[in-house]
């Protein structure tokens, strides 16, 4: 037999970090560290990886992460795909993908809107995100070298219709920036070491960030 109580339960605040703690631990216990992993093994993938190549590392986290704004992500006009939207020069408000092949770039950005979308009406999960600084670093006992994204941001990513070119920004009830847990979990198990945590990112930039990780590895 079951009963539900409802009255308070009033936990003071030793109790409440020990909680928190707890729930910290469980969490990080269901992290996969294996090759699956793609936070700790990334492997870039020509169909479902952009590279931006501007502007610069810095002024996209600024107007993402900080600013709180979107970006569209330019595509250069084709003969399938034309449109007002679809300039020759890209603007300001623009990223720039290095794909410069239109067809192939048009693949890529659809194939990632609709996993995204997908993933996220049916599972309520975010998958696409953009990364700022990878961290090179050699795994134990083999010996190999292996790369990781260290600050992770995730996205929405939409369009109007076929015309318009993709936006992306951050979804109003997601962090704007995490430190990637899976990185963080096997840097302190397999070579006790510890990632500095996110700043105020309005009193300092991801540069400075990234600088700080690179002291403390």
């Known amino acids: 037999m079951f009963q539900v109580h409802r009255g308070q339960k009033v936990l003071n605040a030793a109790s409440l970090a020990k909680a928190i703690r707890r729930i910290d631990d469980w969490k990080m216990k269901l992290i996969d560290l294996s090759r699956r992993n793609r936070l700790v093994y990334f492997r870039p993938s020509r169909s479902s990886n952009l590279e931006f190549s501007r502007p610069g590392m810095d002024a996209v986290f600024e107007r993402l992460v900080v600013k709180d704004r979107h970006w569209e992500i330019w595509q250069p006009p084709s003969d399938a795909q034309s449109g007002p939207a679809r300039r020759a020069k890209p603007k300001r408000t623009h990223v720039v993908p290095t794909e410069a092949e239109p067809a192939q770039l048009e693949r890529v950005l659809r194939n990632l809107a609709r996993r995204s979308a997908s993933e996220y009406r049916e599972r309520g999960t975010r998958i696409l995100y953009m990364t700022f600084g990878m961290l090179d670093w ?76 690179q002291k403390a590895v």
């Open 138 to 213: 050699t795994e134990a006992g083999t010996g190999q070298p292996v790369r990781s994204p260290i600050v992770l941001t995730p996205l929405e990513m939409t369009r109007r219709s076929s015309r318009d070119l993709y936006r992306v920004e951050v979804p109003a009830v997601e962090d704007e920036a995490i430190l990637n847990p899976a990185l963080r979990l096997m840097l302190e198990s397999d070579h006790k070491l510890s990632l500095p945590p996110l700043p105020d990112f309005e009193e300092q930039s991801i540069y400075q960030y990234l600088d700080a990780v």
